[in-house]
């Protein structure tokens, strides 16, 4: 019995060494909550701010404002996201530091560190236009995770749903 308890105080101490680790532990984003962290944007969206919502809404309550000479839509108190929308509704946010995954990724994190979170991310080659990033897309469901990288570092991170994350990569969807 002591032998089984010391060997379960040496794991426990083991994965809680690891959870310190930016970019090892991968937290499953259907578990994740933007409400906890308010600079985590999961696949549901950021804090209150769900993907699919209307411009309406968003415009209601979170002021989303878009003025003459303005490239897109913006919020005011959220500065490091960018909202794209498909007609009337939120179908990406292309997010800054502070925002980062729930595995910890963000614009300037290095490309080992989202293979490592994300082994199963599918590899998407940059297009033949000199001016666009190689791209790492993991999807959950219908909802999408972009890193767009230029092999070192992520250049740009996308979240929202999958098809429109993967036009971004192949027609610069939502790109001002």
Known sequence: MQLAMKLLTTLLAGLTGLAGCTGTVDPAPEAASPSHDPHLVSQVGLAEIRFGDTREVLERDHGLIQEPGDC???????PAVSPVFEGDRLVLL?????????AGL?????????????????????????????????????????????QELVQKLIIGFDRHARLVHHEQFGVC
């Open 106 to 150: 963000a614009v300037g994190s290095p490309v080992a560190a989202v293979r490592a979170a994300h082994p199963d991310a599918e590899d998407l080659p940059a297009p033949a236009d000199p001016f666009q990033f190689h791209g790492l897309i993991v999807t959950v469901d219908d909802r999408a995770y972009l890193f767009l990288h230029d």
């Open 72 to 78: 897109a839509p913006r919020l005011p108190d959220q």
């Open 94 to 102: 292309w997010v800054d530091p502070p925002l980062h995954t729930p």
